[in-house]
């Protein structure tokens, strides 16, 4: 069965370095989103994107962050400075269209560790 | 906005028993979709069960079924015979048509004791 997948696993960085998250989302989607989750709390919606544009974004995700599709199969998140708050979970997500039954399929999630 | 309450942050039960996991939400949107997600203790986030909101039915996956309340705003998971691989977070979200995030509520943690 086709899966989002996600590099790497985990990632421990110094405050103030760039990091780049990556996902390969599945072949036939056509909507990518990211999501973090920090440590024991809720996952928070980032970035939606489709046919190269952000489509919908959060609050938290503000200009220290940024998403691309540098080709035909990864999707990627850069956080240009991290900060320490960046530290958690974040997930890639995708799906094949944006209707309410186009279920969103999450990868095994990238943890990021800034210190 | 849309907000996803989840009022049991841990949840205890025996193996081959019955679970409910409880679930309500506010929106003012008139068709939303409802689903529910799986996390156990490696990370991953599974997706479950869908639950729209104009479905007449309750949705049935398997061993997983939801209990949709429309008029009580409720979208209860329910998890029958319960296994001890089902020890894991359960998320509950929503999404409103046109919209592209999810809303996640806090979690409840099960745990299935052998």
């Known amino acids: 069965e086709p899966e989002v997948t996600q590099t790497p696993s985990h990632q421990v960085t110094q405050m103030g370095q760039e990091v780049i998250l990556r996902c390969v989302p599945i072949?036939?989607?056509?909507?990518f989103y990211w999501y973090r989750q920090i440590l024991g709390q809720k996952v928070e919606f980032l970035v939606s994107?489709?046919?190269?544009?952000?489509?919908?974004k959060s609050e938290i995700f503000d200009d220290q962050f940024s998403v691309e599709r540098p080709d035909g199969s990864n999707f990627t998140l850069k956080i240009r400075s991290t900060k320490l708050e960046d530290s958690a979970m974040y997930f890639c997500?995708?799906?094949?269209?944006?209707?309410?039954?186009?279920?969103?399929?999450f990868g095994p999630g990238t943890r990021l560790t800034v210190l | 906005a849309q907000k996803i309450t989840q009022t049991q942050p841990g949840m205890f039960v025996q193996e081959k028993e019955a679970v409910t996991l409880d679930c309500t939400y506010d929106?003012?949107?008139?068709?939303?979709?409802l689903f529910w997600y799986k996390q156990p203790s490696s990370g991953e986030m599974i997706f479950l069960i869908y639950?729209?909101?104009?479905?007449?039915q309750n949705a049935t996956e398997g061993r997983y079924s939801l209990n949709f309340q429309k008029a009580r705003k409720s979208a209860n998971l329910v998890i029958s015979a319960s296994q001890l691989g089902d020890s894991a977070m359960y998320f509950c979200?929503?999404?409103?048509?046109?919209?592209?995030?999810?809303?996640f509520g806090q979690g409840t943690r099960l745990t299935i004791n052998p």
């Open positions: 072949s036939n989607h056509l909507y």
């Open positions: 979200a929503m999404r409103a048509e046109g919209a592209q995030k999810l809303v």
């Open positions: 997500a995708s799906s094949e269209g944006r209707t309410l039954t186009d279920t969103q399929y």
């Open positions: 639950q729209g909101s104009y479905d007449e």
């Open positions: 994107f489709y046919n190269n544009e952000i489509s919908e």
């Open positions: 929106t003012s949107d008139q068709s939303y979709g």
